[in-house]
């Protein structure tokens, strides 16, 4: 039977999201606004903003932001990119300003231009959900708030960062983790409990799916125990401390997956450990790339000191492969049963070489490893998103 509501038109709001030159940035907000449009209750606009970058700055990098457009359409998705400020070392503090008076502007032409809006969908918490909260009350529409993973567990260290979080969590129409550990910290933290939801993130099950190890392990050159390490090149992701692991386990290739500001500090750690020809730095890399990494490994190894729901787990799992990661945050809620992978005891190199040792001495079958990652549809989570909003608007 159709369902009789009408449907919920949103504005999902996020610096954290994919565009023309940064197809990967973000992409687990994109990916879960896609599921939820799918569905049929919900139509979206974007407002992804992008920081400004001022004339005589010509980095490859900066020279990438500057050629992002300023709207396009992703996925069927309309996406508007409006500039903003962001200045650096007091940026932490100036950003949720520059950043709302950039939305401002924007959304003031879309209302004019007779966009029709319930309410905001506000993925990080800061800046982003802090300066959506001052929209909100603006423009009369509610906000729901996504948190992450550092929006929650590291920025509310800072005391005036901290503040506007709490503030925000108060003007907030409701809230969602992905997953219970950030809902206990911004509990802690003094946001009320009775707003917060939990609702953990999917793995897109076409995407990553089991594919023929044998061919791609000869398309790549790789033989022997492979291990793969996908993320952020920045020491908060560990790829130091596997590196450091790897010239204990003689065997083993690495393949690291993602760019970063450490790539040259990693390059000099596997020099200076002699395992310069076991590691290979593969850069930023496509889905379909992905899933060949995942598919090529025998385990999946994430040592990040924080997190909120890792996606490069599931992502793994549903190729078959099994995953070893640190103990934090919503990682633990991710690995829970031995044909997921196993959790590290510490965080450290010595632990990463003894959970290498324990999984491949009984390595889980990766038709079991697959099974457990289809229990993270996107279904629930998009259900719980729609049910949400409807609360708020019937209110």
């Not at 449009?37 to 979206?44: H, I, N, R, T, Y």
């Not at 506000?122 to 729901?144: I, K, M, Q, R, S």
């Not at 929006?151 to 901290?162: A, H, K, Q």
Request: charged letters at 25%; one cysteine or more; hydrophobic letters at 45%.
């Amino acid at each position: 039977m159709q369902d009789p509501s009408p449907t919920i038109s949103i504005l999902t709001l996020s610096t954290l999201f994919p565009n023309a030159l940064q197809p990967s940035h973000g992409i687990f907000v994109e990916t879960r606004l896609r599921r939820l449009v799918a569905d049929g209750k919900v139509k979206a606009r974007v407002l992804a903003p992008v920081p400004w970058v001022p004339p005589g700055l010509t980095s490859a990098e900066m020279e990438k932001l500057r050629a992002i457009p300023d709207f396009e359409q992703r996925n069927t998705l309309d996406v508007d990119h409006p500039r903003y400020l962001v200045i650096p070392k007091v940026g932490m503090n100036l950003t949720p300003h520059t950043l709302y008076r950039a939305m401002r502007k924007r959304l003031r032409k879309m209302l004019d231009a007779g966009l029709k809006i319930d309410l905001i969908d506000a993925h990080y918490f800061y800046p982003d959900g802090v300066a959506a909260t001052w929209l909100g009350a603006e423009f009369n529409l509610p906000v729901v708030i996504t948190a992450r993973g550092t929006d929650i567990n590291l920025i509310p260290e800072y005391p005036r960062p901290r503040r506007l979080i709490l503030e925000a969590a108060d003007n907030a129409a409701a809230m969602i983790t992905v997953c219970q550990a950030l809902k206990d910290r911004l509990i802690e933290l003094g946001a009320p409990a009775s707003k917060i939801t939990t609702l953990r993130n999917g793995v897109d099950l076409e995407k990553f799916h089991v594919k023929d190890r044998a061919a791609l392990r000869s398309q790549l050159g790789v033989s022997g125990l492979v291990l793969a390490s996908v993320g952020l090149l920045i020491e908060r992701k560990g790829h130091h401390l596997i590196i450091e692991a790897l010239k204990r386990v003689p065997d083993a290739t690495l393949l690291l997956a993602g760019s970063g500001p450490d790539r040259q500090k990693l390059e000099e750690l596997a020099a200076s450990l002699g395992v310069k020809d076991r590691v290979r730095f593969l850069g930023s890399v496509d889905q379909k790339t992905l899933c060949d990494i995942y598919n090529c490994a025998d385990i999946s190894i994430l040592a990040s000191s924080r997190e909120g729901w890792a996606n490069v787990l599931l992502e793994s799992m549903a190729c078959g492969t099994p995953v070893l990661g640190s103990a934090v945050w919503g990682t633990p809620e991710v690995i829970a049963a031995p044909e997921a992978g196993l959790l590290l005891k510490n965080r450290d190199a010595e632990s990463i070489v003894a959970g290498i040792n324990q999984l491949r001495g009984a390595m889980p079958d990766r038709a079991a490893t697959r099974r457990y990652a289809e229990k993270f549809d996107w279904q629930s989570t998009t259900d719980g998103q729609v049910a949400i909003f409807r609360s708020i608007l019937n209110r």
